[in-house]
Each structure stands twice: as C-alpha cells, then as structure tokens.
C-alpha cells in the first residue's frame, strides 16, 4: 500500500540553526511533492513545489530536494527563526489527490 | 481577499443528528476536496470535486455525502453523524481540472467537529 512518512513528529532547533525535515513514501510514483505549512487552528498553506525532475529549489530560506531513487524529500529552514515555528506537512500529487504526510512539528527556541 | 470559506468552524453534535458543514470559495477554482485531519494520521482526502456536478471518493468516504451544484460551493453531509466522525476537516481548492495538475491547494481554516 502507499505509504508517506515524516522523519519524526517533533523538532526543536536554536534559532539561526537549519532544520531538516524528511519525507519518504513507498508506492508512489509521484510527478510532483508539496509542502506546507500548518499553524495551530489554520489551515495548511502552501510554501514550495517541486517536480520528478528537479534535484532542488529554493525560496528564501526554505530550500527542498527531491530524490525519486531513494524516494525522499528534504526541507529545509536554514536560519531558522521563532516564526518559523508550525508544522509541516509534505504532500504527493497523484491520482486526482494530495496525499498528505502525518507532519513534524518545528519549534524554533530563542 | 481569495480565500476558502468554511462553517460553522466548531460544532458539537450528537450521534444521528444530519448535520453540513459548508464550503464557499472565491477564487473561481475548478477543483474542490474535503480532508479530515486526526492525529497521527495526517490529512485524509474524503471527497472531490473536478468541477460543477462532477464528484468522487477519496480514501476515506464512508459516512460522508458532497454534492457541488455550483462552481464555488461544495458542502460536506454527514447524514447519521457517528463518534468515529469527530474530527477537524478542511475544505480547500485549486485552479484547473486536472488532480494531477501541479497547483496549490488553498485551504480553509477547518470545522472542529465532535459527535457525542
């Protein structure tokens, strides 16, 4: 069956430090993955996008990559900062749907 | 302001009671999905929509009904409301028509739903 899997639930980092968040799925083949971003009673929000045939893409401080041989995406916050606190869910598009990661919490310490 | 409508945004109901949760969105999106979210198991699509009158199962329909007479509006049923349907929902959309297009979903803010 598919399967998508975030590294862990919960990350604490020191500010200005860089998280690395993973996605790894099983099953899928997928042409595109998404993250977002979830703040406590909102709805996720868009950040990046990144297709089957791009090793990496940056937006700002957010830095994904994209390895269909291992089947992983890493993201990444790169001098993170207390507002970069939320969670952050990693999504694969296919068949007509997002199929959503379960998530991992960042918290940014000052 | 685009944005993705959603109400009522908490609701405590009690077992068989029919209840909607309704969905409106501004932004003239073809695409519209239901998702519940619960812990640990991430955001699971229940319903779709790939345009006006055109509907489909997700991977967890079972209890819920859709209907989508019209474009901006998509509005979740739960017509025998059971305890094992407490949970946060989100309604969201996206331009084209295509699933497997490459747009963003915009999400609305969620209905904290709890059967009793």
């Known amino acids: 069956s598919q399967k998508i899997e975030q590294n862990s639930e919960a990350l604490n980092i020191q500010e200005g430090k860089t998280a690395t968040l993973t996605c790894n799925y099983t099953?899928?083949?997928?042409?595109?993955l998404q993250w977002y971003r979830q703040d406590p009673g909102r709805g996720p929000v868009f950040l990046l996008l990144i297709r089957e045939n791009e090793k990496e893409k940056r937006k700002e401080r957010l830095k994904v990559t994209f390895d269909t041989t291992l089947k992983q995406s890493l993201f990444h916050i790169t001098a993170s900062q207390p507002a970069d606190s939320a969670t952050y869910l990693c999504?694969?598009?296919?068949?007509?749907?997002?199929?959503f990661g379960a998530g991992t919490t960042v918290t940014v310490r000052a | 302001e685009a944005q993705v409508t959603q109400n009522p945004r908490y609701l405590i109901t009690v077992t068989g009671k029919k209840l909607t949760v309704t969905c409106s969105q501004n932004m003239n999106h073809e695409y519209m999905s239901w998702y519940r979210q619960d812990p640990g198991l991430g955001l699971r699509q229940i319903y779709y929509?790939?345009?006006?009158?055109?509907?489909d199962k997700g991977d967890v329909p079972e209890g819920y009904k859709v209907s989508r007479k019209e474009k901006r509006n998509f509005p979740l049923i739960l017509e025998s409301p059971s305890p094992n349907q407490t949970s946060l929902y989100f309604c969201?959309?996206?331009?084209?028509?295509?699933?497997?297009?490459?747009?963003?979903?915009?999400f609305g803010d969620g209905t904290r739903l709890s059967i009793l």
């Open positions: 969201a959309s996206k331009s084209g028509t295509g699933g497997n297009s490459n747009q963003p979903q915009h």
């Open positions: 999504a694969l598009v296919g068949d007509y749907k997002l199929s």
């Open positions: 929509s790939m345009n006006v009158e055109v509907t």
């Open positions: 099953n899928y083949s997928p042409a595109y």
